[in-house]
């Protein structure tokens, strides 16, 4: 995965590559976010953990060509909205202008209401993304910090600030070395994010 940092990226580790973009769509984001908020049937899936069910302390929408399966159940796609596809398409215009050759079928979209909705502590590493997948996250609304910490502890835990309309690339080995989570926050606020995957079919 090179990378010319020129084309506006921040690099917040070199290896595994961890990179972010501050502003991806300009003035559209907001419309983005309002057309995603209200266009979505965003679900509230019960999942398995420890034995127990349990709702999901956050909304989500899958979307995309394939099926995509998590936490041991498979969630059906919905096919591309407008704005979730041309998002996508800007990332991939985006990743093509600092060198990284990437393009995705698929997007898992996280509704978080207020700073009280998160996500826990994971790893994107379905068998189906491949053994080093690139995962990138489009950020809109509320600025929450994503928390990262290394599998083996070599190094302390950190945070990437993501700001409304910024793009966080998670490149190959981010997956396999580290875990991430959105944690609870007391700041308000709705905040969607995207994150678009490559999954494989068959
Ligand atoms: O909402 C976020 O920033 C994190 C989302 C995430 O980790 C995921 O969709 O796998
Ligand atoms: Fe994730």
């Keep these: 995965m090179p990378h010319d940092a020129r084309a506006g990226g921040e690099r917040l580790l070199a290896s595994p590559p961890l990179i972010r ?9 907001d419309r983005a976010l ?25 909304r989500q929408v899958w979307m995309g060509d394939a099926v995509y399966r998590y936490s041991g159940r498979d969630f059906a796609p919905i096919p591309w909205h407008p704005v979730a596809r041309a ?7 985006r990743l093509a202008e600092a060198g990284i050759d990437a393009d995705f079928n698929a997007v898992l979209l996280n509704r978080y209401a ?18 080093a997948p690139v995962i990138a996250a489009v950020s809109l609304g509320a600025d ?4 990262f910490r290394w599998k083996d502890r070599r190094a302390p835990a950190f ?8 793009l966080l690339v998670m490149g190959p080995g981010i997956q396999a070395e580290l875990e991430h989570a959105l944690l609870p926050r007391r700041a308000p606020g709705l905040r969607i ?5 490559r999954v494989r079919d068959g």
């Design 144 to 147: 929450r910090p994503l928390r």
């Design 21 to 29: 973009f501050p502003t991806l769509l300009g003035p559209p984001a």
């Design 193 to 197: 994010s995207l994150t678009f995957r």
């Design 159 to 166: 945070n990437v600030d993501q700001p409304h309309d910024s």
């Design 87 to 93: 998002i996508r398409d800007a990332v991939v215009a």
């Design 34 to 58: 309002a057309a995603l908020d209200r266009d979505l049937d965003w679900q509230r899936p019960r999942l398995r953990l420890f034995g127990r069910d349990h709702p999901i302390p956050r």
């Design 114 to 131: 207020d700073g009280g909705e998160r996500m826990g502590w994971h790893c994107d590493d379905e068998p189906e993304l491949g053994p």
